[in-house]
C-alpha cells in the first residue's frame, strides 16, 4: 500500500469510494435525502475550507482504496478571539478492505504530516473506542465544546505542538459544509451522478 496526496484526476474515484463506505442504511436514513451525504462533502470541501495539502489517498495495486481529507476550523473564545485548528472527515475504505488497517495507516500518515507543517490542533467528532489509539483525548479535557457548548465522548482533540490548546477553553466551529451550507437538495442532485443505469 502507498499513500500520496490527492490529485484532481483521483476527484471521481475518491467520491465514488466514499460514497460506497458510507452507504449504509442508518447513514442514508439520516441523511433525509436518501444517499449518504460524505462524498458530497468532500466534494465541496475541495471548493472551500479543505486543506487539500492534507487530502490523502491509499492505494494498492494502483487502485484507490482509502481517502482522508482535514479541513480548517477554529475554537472560538469567549473574548471573541479565534485559534486555528484542523478537523478531519470524512475517512474512507472500500467496504469490502476495511479492518485491514487501511484506515490507521491514513491516520497516522496525516497527523505526522499535519504535524510537520506547523498545524497545531486537530478537533474532530467520531467514535470514542477507536480514535484514543492515534492520541485523542476528550476535547473536555481543554476546556473546549462543541458550537452549541455541549460536551460528549465522539468529540476528541489532539495537540500537535505542545501546550496548544493550554488555556484556550471556547467553542469549536466548524467549516460551514458541516452545518449552514450542506444543502441537502444539492447534495440531492449531486448523487444523481452516482445512480446506476435504472435506479432513476
Not at 480548517?72 to 471573541?80: E, S, V
Not at 473506542?129 to 481543554?142: A, L, M
Not at 469549536?172 to 442532485?189: G, M, S, V
Amino acid at each position: 500500500m502507498t499513500i500520496r496526496l490527492e490529485e484532481p484526476r483521483d476527484y471521481r474515484a475518491v467520491e465514488e469510494l466514499t460514497r460506497a463506505a458510507f452507504d449504509t442504511p442508518d447513514r442514508v436514513e439520516r441523511s433525509k435525502v436518501g444517499c449518504p451525504l460524505e462524498h458530497y462533502i468532500v466534494h465541496k470541501l475541495r471548493e472551500k475550507d479543505g486543506v487539500m495539502n492534507l487530502s490523502f489517498v491509499a492505494e494498492i495495486d494502483c487502485r484507490i482504496v482509502g481517502h482522508i481529507i482535514y479541513s480548517n476550523a477554529h475554537i472560538l473564545r469567549p473574548c471573541g478571539s479565534k485559534v486555528s485548528v484542523l478537523n478531519f472527515r470524512p475517512i474512507s475504505v472500500l467496504p469490502e478492505i476495511q479492518k485491514a488497517g487501511i484506515g490507521s495507516a491514513l491516520m497516522r500518515y496525516s497527523i505526522k504530516e499535519a504535524k510537520n507543517m506547523g498545524y497545531g490542533a486537530i478537533l474532530f467528532f467520531g467514535h470514542p473506542e477507536y480514535y484514543p489509539r492515534f492520541g485523542f483525548v476528550p476535547s473536555s479535557d481543554f476546556g473546549i465544546t462543541d458550537r452549541n457548548g455541549n460536551n460528549y465522548p465522539s468529540f476528541m482533540a489532539m495537540e500537535l505542538k505542545e501546550s496548544y490548546l493550554k488555556d484556550v477553553s471556547g467553542k469549536f466551529i466548524e467549516a460551514d459544509i458541516y452545518n449552514d451550507d450542506l444543502n441537502r437538495e444539492q447534495a440531492k442532485e449531486f448523487e444523481k451522478q452516482f445512480r446506476l443505469k435504472g435506479e432513476l
